[in-house]
């Protein structure tokens, strides 16, 4: 199995566009996660989706931050309009019930 | 690059004894490290992390760890567990210049009555 995978690996956009960051889990993980990681704040959790069903998004930080998970083996998180302090290391990681996979992370510029 | 060994996969304890959950890693530049502990059915969560001072590091719930540059360590510990504890805990390190973070596998501690 390739593991969770994330693409883009490094964006670098502008203040005020539109960002959009891609997951593609495990195949036959029921579960996937969207975390985002700074220095000063570690790991965050932002959401996560069972059964593609949002169960938690309690951390997503604003409006401006939405994720959706059209089926089993895709979800996006995404951010209208970037802002400079969204700029962080997005993970995405899939679990079939105990434990979560992690993929490589999405590092996040926005200037 | 850098990489995490977590020596022992799981971790059997009896409430109210000391437990520590060993954490290893090698990397080629300095680095900055964590400990995250992910509940049953949830996600993960940040319990410490050392970024410069003091070597010795306490978290949330009791927990503490020890960051031992000569031996390239990052053990966790607390001295007296809860049943509450049971989880997975995993260690996490990432280069100062901002890299991305790289996990261990994980430790199971099964907290037992």
């Known amino acids: 199995d390739a593991g969770v995978i994330q693409s883009p690996r490094h964006e670098v956009t502008e203040m005020g566009q539109e960002v959009t960051l891609r997951c593609k889990p495990i195949?036959?993980?029921?579960?996937l996660f969207w975390y985002r990681q700074t220095m000063m704040r570690g790991l965050e959790l932002l959401i996560y989706?069972?059964?593609?069903?949002?169960?938690?998004d309690s951390g997503m930080p604003e409006d401006r931050f939405s994720a959706k998970m059209p089926n089993a083996s895709f979800s996006t998180l995404k951010i209208q309009p970037s802002e400079p302090r969204d700029s962080a290391v997005y993970f995405c990681a899939s679990s079939p019930g105990a434990r979560e996979f992690f993929g490589p992370g999405t590092r996040l510029t926005v200037l | 690059a850098q990489s995490v060994t977590q020596l022992d996969s799981q971790v059997p304890v009896f409430e109210e004894a000391p437990v520590e959950l060993r954490c290893n890693y090698s990397?080629?530049?300095?680095?900055?490290l964590f400990w995250y502990v992910q509940y049953p059915n949830q996600g993960l969560q940040l319990l410490l992390k050392?970024?410069?001072?003091?070597?010795l590091v306490k978290g949330i719930n009791g927990f503490e760890a020890e960051f031992n540059k000569s031996q390239t360590s990052f053990h966790l510990r607390k001295p007296s567990v809860h049943i509450s504890d049971t989880a997975e805990y995993f260690c996490?390190?990432?280069?100062?210049?901002?890299?991305?973070?790289?996990f261990g596998g994980g430790t199971r501690l099964m907290v037992k009555p």
């Open positions: 050392y970024l410069s001072g003091s070597t």
């Open positions: 990397s080629s530049v300095s680095v900055y």
């Open positions: 195949s036959g993980h029921n579960s």
């Open positions: 996490a390190v990432s280069g100062i210049a901002g890299n991305m973070l790289t």
């Open positions: 989706f069972n059964n593609n069903v949002p169960i938690d």
